[in-house]
């Protein structure tokens, strides 16, 4: 038997986010700022990054096509990231493979951002672009390792609040993909978000 709770939430939550806005608006016009400073200092560090401005430009406009018949299928722009997940101070390396000259990366944290679902944290543009081969799988095992050279590097800012990111690659003939990963901490937290890299994996067109 299935609960379906969604609607539900959805109408509850969308209550919950009117009153709100009605109340502070009913607020006295010197009181709404007050009001506002009152009720950061009450939200932690990941609300009060949510409450940033965001934007949609995160969304793929053009993405790379993909061949689930062939793996070795090559166009567009692809790329894999050194590590899954990174705390500040660590160095992520990013390996990219593209039949165009160059590419740009954009480097996104997912959020709710006032609906738009990310807010841009760095550009890097022109990145020299190679493409390289994908290899066969491993006849015992069926992994497929590509071991590409890393196009570019991102150290970890302490300012970058944990969270899921996503690096936008478009290379100059427009085609576009993301790069998955994890900004963590190491302090104590009463929430976790785990993210499947082994479903994703298990799940993407190189086989497995």
Same mark, same amino acid.
Request: proline residues 7%.
């Given at each position: ?85 990174? %705390? ?5 390396? =990013?390996? $990219?493979? #593209?039949?165009?000259? &160059?590419?740009? *990366?954009? !480097? ?65 003939? %427009? ?5 998955? =990963?994890? $900004?963590? #901490?190491?302090?104590? &937290?009463?929430? *976790?978000? !785990? ?14």
């Amino acid at each position: 038997m299935r609960y379906h709770y969604k609607p539900l939430y959805l109408l509850l939550l969308a209550l919950t986010i009117t009153i709100g806005a009605f109340t502070l608006q009913m607020l006295p016009t010197v009181q709404q700022p007050v009001a506002r400073a009152a009720a950061s200092t009450r939200l932690n560090a990941i609300q009060q990054e949510n409450l940033l401005p965001g934007t949609t430009s995160w969304q793929l406009t053009n993405p790379t096509p993909e061949n689930y018949t062939n793996p070795t299928y090559d166009k567009g722009v692809q790329g894999y990231s050194s590590v899954t997940s990174a %705390k500040a101070g660590n160095t992520v390396n =990013f390996s $990219v493979s #593209t039949i165009a000259s &160059t590419f740009n *990366a954009d !480097i996104y944290r997912l959020g709710w951002y006032q609906g738009k679902g990310a807010r841009l944290m760095r550009s890097i543009a022109n990145i020299p672009g190679k493409a390289y081969p994908v290899p066969a799988p491993n006849t015992q095992t069926g992994l497929v390792e590509a071991g590409w050279p890393a196009a570019f590097s991102v150290t970890i800012p302490s300012s970058w609040i944990t969270g899921m990111y996503i690096v936008k690659l478009t290379d100059a003939n %427009k085609q576009q993909s993301y790069i998955p =990963f994890t $900004v963590k #901490t190491t302090s104590y &937290t009463d929430f *976790a978000f !785990i993210h499947s890299v082994n479903t994703d994996e298990a799940y993407n067109i190189w086989g497995g």
